[in-house]
């Protein structure tokens, strides 16, 4: 069972100081699934549907274990971050990220590693924030020099960073990443940094007495890079059926279903299914691939046969010779 706590206000706004750059941000159900997953929903004003701002109210019931939520790195407003964070949950994950503290620490950039359920994370801060796409070139850089796998760029097991996009247009959110010092709701623990006691107010102040990375160091340790050749992102295509499935009038579930936002990747959409159900009351369950909406997903387990049922269309089967 994790430890309670009851922090202050001015705890939380210390916590908002550190880590929050945009005031959206997503919440971890209370309890796993069926499947077992624990998955996190975009946090809604129940009125008007939009994204709910993060305030140190919500910071204070994180930090006290008594909810749990995801940050997001990209300022849209902006396309910069007040931190970077690398996230390690591999095979050799912990180790890894000590080599990339102690690189670091060479550039004189100091790093903070916070445990995780299956390796860690490694948090770098900035003094101001920075463009995404500049630290981004740093990290990946550093990392490949080093021989730390990353993936992508035909890596499935390796480090992640965030943020993962070097900017994100309006409306989109970009990846989020869990919150340091909440409670983990698929093991009901916490997480702590190392070289701190454990409880939020020593966490903090180890980590405000970090030294920050300022911009004019940033530009000088990339000076003539550019993010590695594998790892630039796709350019974009939009979609377009093929004659042959327009004229056998293939099923489109943009037609059934209306996105209320969307990030990089997928509009998200109330799930057809989860309705029918009495679920998904934020409306936003459904995951459709924007760069190809023939691919959909409810991230609360209906199948693709619950949703085609649901809309009246289900799905044909497929003949035996």
């Not at 916590?15 to 159900?29: D, K, T």
Request: glycine letters at 6%; proline letters at 7%.
């Amino acid at each position: 069972m994790y430890a309670k706590f009851s922090v202050s206000r001015d705890t939380a706004n210390d916590f908002i100081r550190l880590f929050v750059n945009r005031r959206a941000y997503s919440m971890q159900a209370q309890k796993p699934l069926p499947n077992g997953k624990v998955p996190y929903f975009l946090a809604r004003d129940w009125t008007t549907k939009q994204p709910k701002p993060l305030d140190a109210d919500v910071i204070r019931m994180h930090l006290n274990g008594d909810v749990t939520i995801n940050l997001y790195a990209i300022n849209p407003e902006t396309q910069r971050c007040k931190w970077v964070a690398i996230d390690g949950d591999f095979d050799g994950a912990v180790e890894a990220l000590f080599k990339l503290q102690w690189e670091l620490k060479q550039d004189g950039v100091e790093a903070a590693i916070e445990a995780s359920r299956r390796g860690g994370h490694l948090w770098i801060f900035a003094e101001t924030p920075l463009l995404a796409s500049e630290c981004r070139i740093y990290i990946y850089n550093l990392a490949l020099k080093l021989g730390v796998p990353i993936v992508g760029g035909g890596l499935k097991q390796g480090i992640e960073v965030f943020p993962k996009q070097d900017q994100i247009e309006e409306g989109e959110f970009g990846n989020a990443i869990r919150a340091p010092l909440g409670v983990h709701r698929k093991t009901n623990r916490r997480y702590w940094f190392y070289d701190a006691p454990t409880e939020p107010l020593p966490q903090l102040a180890y980590l405000n007495g970090l030294k920050k990375l300022t911009e004019t160091e940033l530009r000088s340790f990339i000076q003539g890079m550019t993010l590695p050749e594998n790892y630039k992102p796709p350019i974009r295509e939009p979609y377009v059926p093929s004659p042959f499935r327009e004229v056998q009038q293939e099923f489109r579930i943009l037609d059934y279903v209306r996105p209320k936002t969307k990030d990089h990747r997928n509009w998200w959409a109330p799930c057809p299914s989860c309705r029918q159900a009495g679920r998904d009351k934020s409306g936003d369950n459904l995951a459709i691939q924007i760069a190809n909406p023939r691919y959909y997903k409810c991230w609360a387990g209906c199948s693709a046969d619950d949703i085609r049922s649901a809309l009246g269309q289900p799905l044909r089967k497929k003949r035996m010779a």
